[in-house]
């Protein structure tokens, strides 16, 4: 459930992360494509009037050579021209009259010449000037080229028109044979002369071309430009002897600066909208991350010592594990139980009990080695995880230290406590940890420390877990025993301490296992107790001594109880029930428990107590002497009778104190007017002593061994009153 709230955790990050990631993505790429388009678009829109503008120009060149090859047809294809040219003495003339003096102010041409078939100059003229001898000069070698194109041309050819650079700039040309305008196979063609017009590109007509194809500041230029659009001027042998050059006009990036502002503000408005959305996702996943982070802690930590829960430590161990490889390095865990921790959390409260806690928890923070993880596993639990490469047995080292640690009192405000530990250790191969099983084996380890009687630290061995398999039978055939209502009883008379007169009998558990073995009730009611057997087996001996008592009458019959028996809400209600229907004065019963619960539990116990009192029961405090109980706890629950712990007597033989011991525990129960019995009365010194002590009740071996019911009544009820052995 955990690591799925994290993987929900993380699921949530990771779509926060990529749905940003997505928007941000898909809207520069959008953005990226709109501004293509936007640069695609001024781009084609500049080229297409690039295009347009380079065509007129084409266009216009097309034109001014069409218009001069159509004048130079015109005049050359002439039989006039050509009889007048042919005649020696008026040619000049006609020649002038014709062509030459029209150079001075004519659109179509400003230069006329005419050759002679050696191509010697009859007449030149530019702008209505006679330039014949320095022809030459005005033209350039150029003029021969032009010659010889027009030379070889035949009638039906294009009359050559091309750009030739002249002294006074650069001009069109054309040139052409005058021959007649039929074709007169009987004249040798290499007889004829040649005419010559051209045309010179000024400024103004270089104006006129600009505005005619609407082609926005022409210019004619020796080299092209490199801002702008040209177009080569080209001689009769394709040489470029000039160019027109002219800005392109660029519609589209003009369109495109008038909303150049816009597509800025615009843009600026994305990449703002772009890193909030940027920002907005990461600080969702930083949130979601920092969420998880406080969620993790949470969840793998104790919230009263902030060290690590079960699970973080179960989480940590496995990590711990799958990072190492070095088959010599050991894991140990190590379970630590603190002993007397109860009773603090019972005398002082639960405050002190947690100030307790935390206390511990600084005190295994300070001891232990850095690197070790420290866990508390709820309530007085805590574990210790230590990993090192050494094979030798270093626990029961740590675990010594743990415990030396523990003992040291503990200073919470003005109390003094001082409390004890028990440690369970279990160690295995690092690489190779198995959580559950290393946790088995250390709870093993530290439930054997406890039952070995606390205080020390047990390693976890392999018999343990025979043994446990052992319990676990046992604990099976005990069920089985109960179920089968097999639990039997033996009864020990308790004897009047003057006369030595039954007065009652204590009702004894016994179990004999279906193959015949018999356990003691010092081992089998604690294991009842451990599996919850306890309370079906204590009322399965107040039952059968119930049934048999019934045929003992003027005597008492002493029950245990268990402390387990007594938390249970219903154990007054039980007991009551079972005296009624064996139809048993509850004057006659004596309940007997020792002083664990009145301790461990005061207001439960006192309940309980109040509930049989008030039905007539007695209740007598089992086993005085052998632990805390004080006389405060002796007047608070009002105990009807005290029994002596056998201990005590076996002091009388041992210890020089025995006697005085003895003797002050029961004048103290006599000053609070509570009658003594005294059990484990097996000499007759011993009777004597606790006699004169006063002791009104004795029970022992001495009188009588624990018997059966039969046994009981043959030798008490039936036959005589002799003491059986
Ligand atoms: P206890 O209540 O102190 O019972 C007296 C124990 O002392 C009995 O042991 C009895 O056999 C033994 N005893 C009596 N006289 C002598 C003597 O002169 N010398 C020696 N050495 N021992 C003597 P037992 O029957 O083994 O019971 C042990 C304990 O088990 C009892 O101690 C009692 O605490 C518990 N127990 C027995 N039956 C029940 C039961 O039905 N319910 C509960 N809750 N506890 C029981
Ligand atoms: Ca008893
Ligand atoms: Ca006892």
Redesign the pocket.
Same mark, same amino acid.
């Given at each position: 459930m955990l690591s799925s709230s994290f993987t929900s955790v993380r699921r949530k990050q990771f779509s926060a992360a990529s749905i940003a990631l997505v928007f941000i993505l898909v809207t520069a790429l959008l953005a990226g494509l709109v501004a293509r388009s936007i640069q695609t678009i001024t781009h084609t829109a500049d080229a297409i009037d690039d295009a347009r503008s380079t065509a007129a120009a084409v266009g216009a060149l097309h034109s001014l050579r069409k218009q001069l090859g159509a004048t130079i047809r015109d005049n050359a294809f002439w039989d006039d021209a050509f009889q007048q040219v042919s005649a020696p003495e008026t040619k000049a003339e006609w020649i002038i009259e014709n062509w030459a003096s029209t150079t001075a102010n004519y659109p179509l041409y400003d230069t006329a010449v005419v050759l002679d078939a050696k191509d010697e100059v009859v007449v030149a003229y530019h702008n209505g000037e006679d330039v014949g001898n320095k022809l030459l000069d005005f033209l350039g070698n150029g003029l021969n080229e032009m010659l010889v194109a027009a030379r070889s041309a035949s009638k039906t050819d294009p009359i050559p028109v091309h750009f030739i650079r002249t002294s006074k700039g650069i001009a069109l040309i054309g040139a052409a044979k005058i021959q007649p305008s039929v074709i007169d196979n009987t004249v040798d063609p290499k007889t004829f002369h040649i005419l010559v017009f051209a045309k010179h590109l000024t400024d103004s007509a270089v104006a006129e071309v600009s505005e005619t194809f609407s082609i926005a500041g022409l210019t004619l230029d020796r080299a092209p430009s490199k801002t702008k659009l040209s177009l080569p001027l080209t001689d009769v042998s394709r040489r470029n002897v000039a160019y027109l050059n002219w800005p392109a006009e660029q519609p589209g990036t003009k369109s495109y600066l008038t909303v150049r502002g816009t597509l800025r503000a615009a843009a600026v408005i994305l990449v703002l909208f772009l890193c909030a959305i940027g920002a907005v996702g990461f600080f969702t996943v930083a949130r979601l991350r920092a969420n998880e982070g406080r969620a993790r802690f949470k969840a793998e930590h104790d919230a009263l010592t902030g060290l690590l829960n079960r699970s973080g430590l179960i989480e940590q161990m496995r990590e711990a594990s799958t990072s190492c490889s070095d088959e010599t390095t050991i894991m140990r865990l190590y379970f630590i139980d603190l002993d007397g921790f109860k009773g603090v959390n019972d005398a002082w409260g639960h405050a002190v009990g947690d100030d307790l806690i935390v206390g511990v928890a600084n005190r295994l923070s300070e001891t232990l080695p850095n690197e070790s993880l420290i866990a508390r596993l709820g309530g007085d639990e805590f574990a210790v995880v230590t990993v090192d490469a050494t094979t030798t047995t270093g626990s029961p080292t740590l675990g010594a230290q743990i415990q030396i640690a523990l003992q040291r009192v503990f200073e919470l405000g003005d109390r003094t406590i001082e409390i004890g530990a028990s440690v369970g250790v279990a160690s295995t191969e690092a690489s190779e940890v198995e959580v559950g099983e290393l946790i088995r084996r250390a709870d093993i380890a530290l439930y054997r420390a406890k039952a070995l009687g606390r205080g020390i630290t047990v390693e976890f061995e392999d018999e343990f877990d025979a043994d446990t398999k052992a319990q676990d039978h046992l604990e099976l055939l005990l069920r089985q025993t109960l179920a089968g209502d097999g639990i039997d009883?033996?009864y020990?008379p308790l004897v009047k301490a003057g006369s030595g007169a039954i007065c009652g009998v204590?009702?004894?558990?016994?179990w004999q296992t279906p193959d015949g073995k018999r356990y003691?009730?010092?081992m089998f009611?604690p294991l009842a107790e451990r599996s919850g057997l @306890?309370d079906v087996?204590?009322m399965q001996?107040l039952t059968k001594s119930l049934a048999a008592a019934g045929a003992w009458p003027g005597i008492s019959l002493s029950?245990?109880?268990?402390p387990l028996?007594l938390k249970n809400p219903a154990f007054v209600q039980n007991v009551l029930t079972a005296v009624k229907i064996a139809g048993f004065d509850p004057h006659r019963l004596c309940v007997?428990v020792?002083e664990g619960v009145l301790i461990s539990d005061p207001e439960q116990a006192q309940r309980a107590i109040t509930g049989l009192r008030q039905a007539g029961i007695k209740i007598s405090l089992?086993?005085f002497g052998s632990g805390y109980a004080s006389i405060g706890t002796l007047r608070q629950f009002g105990f009807d009778r005290m029994?002596i712990?056998?201990s005590l007597i076996l002091a009388l033989d041992s210890d020089d104190n025995g006697g005085a011991v003895l003797h002050a525990t029961i004048a103290l129960a006599n000053a609070l007017h509570i009658p003594v019995t005294a059990?484990? @009365?097996?000499t007759e010194e011993q009777a004597t002593l606790v006699r004169l002590s006063g002791c009104d009740e004795l029970?022992?071996?001495?009188f009588s061994?624990?018997v059966t019911a039969a046994e009981l009544s043959a030798f008490y009820f039936e036959k005589s009153s002799t003491r059986i052995a």
């Open positions: 009883v033996a020990q204590e009702a004894l558990a016994r003691g009730p010092d009611i @306890i087996l204590g001996v029950v245990n109880v268990s028996q007997e020792t089992d086993d029994k712990d056998r059990e484990g @009365i097996e029970q022992g071996y001495l061994k624990p």
